[in-house]
């Protein structure tokens, strides 16, 4: 990457509060982690706890296979399967996160985010932020690795611009108390979709307003999201007894951020 290129790449992500990141895996790498996730989705490789459905509070989809999840989610795919961090994201996942918030940066989590085909659940406008703990430092950057091409008609990710610079919106538990969700539309100033191809990824902010439309098509949508922030801050997390679902798989909101908003 050109000093021009990564400039680019940091300013956008600090006005906007994401920013497409490009090409992270090549087409044979990208092969390498479906056939891991898919050993995942089959129980292949033992999930327990750290599996759950982010689209529970919804009714299923007619025709959908039983068993098949609204959204499925699994909490610390390397933590359950180690061998996936000999696999290169983890290492290209470190040096973008270094280069947006910090050389600071740590993973401080990672999980694995699938739509099934026709499921056709969204998954609720939230921010990040109002599933964590308070934090003195508040930077944070996800990042989500598209495993298929992904539009807005499979689940590709819709952003809000700017959003990550004001407050935490107000969150509530969605109706079966399982998951979170804010008040939010596609019709928000700023809202963007972000199509990615298989192997691409786009980076954003812990506070930054984001959702996916339910995957209506014949197409798989399967993603993996790497979570980073600063060492120091993941220490203090770990102290306060929050792992993110490394040994309790629990969603609600933590921190209701009046005074929130990205450095």
Same mark, same amino acid.
């Given at each position: 990457?050109?000093?021009? @290129?990564? +400039?680019? +790449?940091?300013?956008?992500?600090?006005?906007?509060?994401?920013?497409?990141?490009?090409?992270?895996?090549?087409?044979? %790498?990208?092969? @390498? =982690?479906? %056939?891991?996730?898919?050993?995942?989705?089959?129980? %292949?490789?033992?999930?327990?706890? !750290?599996?759950?459905?982010?689209?529970?509070?919804? #009714?299923?989809?007619?025709?959908?296979?039983?068993?098949?999840?609204?959204?499925?989610?699994?909490?610390?795919?390397?933590?359950?399967?180690?061998?996936?961090?000999?696999?290169?994201?983890?290492?290209?996942?470190?040096?973008?996160?270094?280069?947006?918030?910090?050389?600071?940066?740590? +993973?401080?989590?990672?999980?694995?985010?699938? !739509?099934?085909?026709?499921?056709?659940?969204?998954?609720?406008?939230?921010?990040?932020?109002? =599933?964590?703990?308070?934090?003195?430092?508040?930077?944070?950057?996800?990042?989500?690795?598209?495993?298929?091409?992904?539009?807005?008609?499979?689940?590709?990710?819709?952003?809000?611009?700017?959003?990550?610079?004001? #407050? +935490?919106? #107000?969150?509530?538990?969605?109706?079966?108390?399982? /998951?979170?969700?804010?008040?939010?539309?596609?019709?928000?100033?700023?809202?963007?979709?972000?199509?990615?191809?298989?192997?691409?990824?786009?980076?954003?902010?812990?506070?930054?307003?984001?959702?996916?439309?339910? /995957?209506?098509?014949?197409?798989?949508?399967?993603? =993996?999201?790497?979570? =980073?922030?600063?060492?120091?801050?993941?220490?203090?997390?770990?102290?306060?007894?929050?792992?993110?679902?490394?040994?309790?798989?629990?969603? !609600?909101?933590?921190?209701?951020?009046?005074?929130?908003?990205?450095?």
């Amino acid at each position: 990457m050109t000093v021009s @290129a990564h +400039l680019d +790449l940091v300013s956008a992500f600090r006005e906007d509060g994401f920013v497409f990141a490009g090409t992270l895996l090549t087409a044979d %790498e990208a092969e @390498a =982690y479906r %056939e891991i996730y898919d050993r995942f989705l089959a129980g %292949e490789i033992e999930s327990g706890d !750290k599996r759950s459905d982010l689209g529970s509070h919804a #009714p299923r989809a007619d025709g959908v296979q039983a068993g098949v999840e609204n959204i499925t989610q699994i909490m610390w795919p390397s933590a359950l399967h180690p061998p996936i961090l000999d696999l290169p994201l983890h290492g290209r996942g470190l040096a973008l996160a270094r280069a947006l918030i910090g050389d600071d940066a740590m +993973l401080d989590f990672d999980m694995l985010i699938h !739509k099934a085909p026709h499921t056709a659940v969204p998954t609720p406008w939230h921010q990040d932020a109002a =599933y964590w703990i308070d934090l003195p430092d508040t930077r944070a950057v996800s990042i989500w690795v598209a495993l298929d091409d992904a539009g807005p008609d499979n689940g590709c990710m819709w952003y809000v611009k700017g959003s990550h610079t004001r #407050p +935490l919106r #107000p969150h509530r538990p969605t109706s079966d108390g399982k /998951n979170i969700e804010c008040d939010c539309s596609e019709d928000e100033p700023g809202a963007t979709p972000v199509p990615v191809r298989a192997g691409q990824g786009v980076a954003h902010s812990g506070s930054t307003l984001h959702y996916s439309r339910g /995957n209506t098509s014949d197409r798989l949508r399967r993603a =993996y999201i790497l979570n =980073y922030r600063p060492a120091a801050m993941i220490r203090l997390e770990r102290e306060q007894g929050a792992d993110h679902g490394l040994n309790v798989n629990e969603r !609600k909101v933590r921190n209701t951020g009046a005074d929130q908003a990205a450095d």
